[in-house]
């Protein structure tokens, strides 16, 4: 009896908020997931617009969707080979 | 006449799909309207047993699409709820004698002589479901306050959005002691996660499983909570639209209002 009054004094664990924060990530990356092929295209994107300022390599970088506690984010991960001299 | 087809789907089963369809459909009878319920899962028929007309088959939906029998003839009228007919799935044949254009054509002919007719649709989102979506007007998505369940339904209001429907979403099971002691998602949690309209909200209710052990219909159990809430649905979709939505609360207990002014629970 005591213990359990404890308990609701210490731990605030509430399973309810989980499941809705569990949700709301598998949603947005369900719906990621399924077009794979807007990535791809995202991808592509980028890369053409690096490239106007930066040499890269292309073949070891990364796009992912990353997932923390609070925030879903996109992560393009890129290795810098040289920067572009400017044309005059 | 000009009926309209309402389907319930649900993405995962066991959620009482089942339930809400023949209780709504009930609770339309009720409102004086002429109504259909048909169990689009082939092979797999439910829908007699929880209505307690199993004993009275005699043609099923497959042999109106196979033109073996009239429309007329495969109704099973109920004898408690006038005005009452259900459809039955078949129960032996193959799940794949079913197909959207067979679907179409007897569409037709139960618009023209019902005003209301419910489709219950089989878990998942393959054959069947397709057979109960394609001559749809209107679609309700049936989902209990669960991971699994919510994020089936999200998956279904997509395809439904796909195909020019705009799902309304009926929230089942729902216990507010556990909504209150942060142990369930609360309808508000799942209204938010799959942004949708809602239609109502059906508390757990121990009488929907005797209802059914006995076959007799939920919604004439004036003592039932599950069945009082069908039956608001009912109204809703029976033009009555702004028919207010009633949250079900948790009758809160003298310690627990105690404890809630202590700040020991939220």
């Given amino acids: 009896m005591l213990s359990g009054l404890f308990k609701r004094f210490t731990t605030k664990k509430n399973s309810r908020d989980d499941a809705k924060k569990r949700l709301q990530f598998s949603l947005i990356y369900d719906k990621l997931e399924v077009n794979d092929t807007t990535l791809t295209d995202l991808q592509q994107d980028i890369v053409d617009v ?25 992560v393009f991960n890129t290795p810098i080979l040289h920067v572009k001299r400017k044309k005059v | 006449m000009e009926g309209k087809i309402i389907v319930v789907t649900s993405g995962k089963g066991g959620v009482g799909k089942t339930t809400a369809t023949s209780s709504i459909g009930a609770a339309l009878a009720l409102e004086g309207n002429r109504v259909a319920i048909v169990d689009m899962d082939i092979g797999l028929r439910n829908l007699d047993v929880v209505m307690g007309l199993e004993n009275r088959i005699v ?4 042999d109106v699409v196979e033109g073996r029998c009239k429309v007329e003839q495969a109704a099973i009228r109920d004898r408690r709820i006038e005005n009452l ?3 039955p799935a078949s129960q032996s044949d193959n799940k794949d004698v079913l197909t959207t254009a067979g679907v179409e054509r007897i569409a037709k002919q139960l618009r023209s002589k019902f005003d209301f007719i419910i489709m219950d649709s089989p878990a998942g989102i393959e054959r069947g479901f397709e057979n109960s979506v394609v001559s749809a007007d209107e679609a309700l998505v049936v989902c209990t306050p669960d991971v699994s369940a919510v994020r089936d339904a999200d998956r279904v209001i997509g395809l439904l959005y796909a195909r020019s429907l705009n799902p309304k979403l009926i ?96």
């Fill in chain 2, 171 to 266: 929230v089942n099971r729902i216990e507010p002691a556990r909504v209150v002691r942060g142990e369930m998602l609360s309808h508000q949690d799942v209204l938010e996660v799959l942004s949708i309209d809602l239609v109502g909200l059906v508390p757990m209710d121990e009488k929907v499983l005797i209802s059914s052990n006995t076959g007799t219909p939920l919604v004439l159990q004036n003592d039932s909570k599950a069945g009082v809430a069908f039956r608001q649905i009912a109204r809703r979709l029976n033009g009555e639209e702004d028919l207010p939505i009633e949250m079900p609360v948790y009758k809160t207990s003298m310690w627990h209002k105690l404890s809630k002014t202590f700040g020991l629970k939220q």
């Fill in chain 1, 50 to 74: 690096i490239s106007k300022y930066f040499e890269i390599d292309k073949d070891s970088l990364e796009l992912k969707v990353k997932r923390d506690d609070n925030v879903s984010a996109l």
């Fill in chain 2, 85 to 87: 007919f259900l459809i």
């Fill in chain 2, 59 to 62: 043609f099923n939906i497959v």
